[in-house]
């Protein structure tokens, strides 16, 4: 069975720092992609990105950036400078090829940014 | 925002009765995905739906069905409510080939009381 975990339920920076949030995920197929979404107060879960199994190169967009290590099972994400409209719950996600798509949750972790 | 729509936003019944949410697709995506959210935890899978037919399903009751329209909307249907059935309710659209990359609408925000 697939399984995400996500250590961090809740973590507190001043604006400007930098922020990691941890993803360690447990599969026994070859084949899978893992993701990151947003859910701001609203409740929409925002989809950041998506990395399939084989793809095990870094990720960085704006900024934002992706550590993706299947040595360690882990997708970590990085915020850096974070700013207060990054206040969030991040959820890293775990999707399997078996005949439909599912999406496996982590609990998320609460970001919150403060001025 | 995705263009997934979901209605109503927010829902308020009472313990035995029927709730139905009513969730329209991203344009060009043929796969709807229900997931419930309780709160402070993750979104879990309900079931899928691929041309009008269920095409997966989590470890929910039968209580909870749902049905896909031609048009891809689609109808989450809950009988015999329980106080557990509050949640957000969330409603996700794919395209049958990229299924796994699921863009999802609002919620609608359940209370059983």
């Known amino acids: 069975a697939q399984k995400v975990t996500q250590a961090q339920t809740e973590i507190s920076v001043v604006e400007k720092e930098d922020v990691t949030l941890d993803c360690v995920y447990e599969?026994?197929?070859?084949?899978?992609?893992l993701f990151w979404y947003k859910q701001p107060p609203s409740g929409e879960l925002v989809f950041l990105i998506r990395?399939?199994?084989?793809?095990?190169q870094n990720e960085i967009s704006g900024r934002y950036s992706w550590n993706f290590q299947k040595s360690t099972s882990s997708f970590n994400f990085t915020i850096t400078a974070s700013q207060v409209v990054d206040s969030a719950v991040y959820f890293c996600?775990?999707?399997?090829?078996?005949?439909?798509?599912?999406?496996?949750f982590g609990k998320g972790t609460m970001l919150l940014v403060s001025p | 925002e995705t263009g997934v729509t979901q209605s109503p936003t927010h829902l308020i019944k009472t313990r035995g009765q029927q709730v139905t949410l009513r969730c329209s697709s991203q344009?060009?995506?043929?796969?709807v995905s229900w997931y419930q959210q309780a709160l402070g935890q993750g979104p879990q899978f309900i079931f899928q739906?691929?041309?009008?037919?269920?095409?997966g399903r989590g470890n929910f009751p039968p209580r909870f069905s749902g049905l896909q329209f031609p048009n891809y909307s689609s109808e989450l249907n809950v009988n015999a409510l329980e106080l557990d059935d509050s949640a957000l309710y969330l409603c996700?659209?794919?395209?049958?080939?990229?299924?796994?990359?699921?863009?999802f609408g609002p919620g609608t925000r359940l209370l059983v009381l």
């Open positions: 344009s060009g995506h043929n796969t």
């Open positions: 996700a659209s794919s395209t049958y080939r990229e299924q796994e990359t699921q863009y």
């Open positions: 739906y691929y041309r009008e037919e269920e095409n």
């Open positions: 996600a775990l999707s399997e090829n078996s005949g439909y798509s599912t999406l496996t």
């Open positions: 990395r399939n199994s084989f793809d095990e």
């Open positions: 599969t026994r197929d070859t084949t899978y992609y």
